[in-house]
């Protein structure tokens, strides 16, 4: 997980990301980008990782600067 960066990640992945932390279940998104952010360590169950967490706050930043 280290060194992959908001912007390594397809926009599918990305939008997955951003609906489990807005509390979407992952039910309702793409499953292909969860099973792939799963084997990666960002969802865990269907829940976000810390490591997850951390990347989107990242993202945040950076967009806001």
């Not at 969860?34 to 989107?56: H, Q, W």
């Amino acid at each position: 997980m280290d060194g992959i960066s908001w912007t390594d990640l397809d926009a599918d992945e990305q939008r997955v990301l951003t609906k489990l932390y807005d509390g979407i279940p992952a039910q309702f998104c793409d499953p292909v980008a969860v099973l792939s952010l799963n084997r990666i360590g960002f969802i865990k169950g269907s829940r976000l990782t810390m490591e997850a967490e951390k990347l989107l706050s990242t993202a945040l930043l950076l967009e806001i600067a």
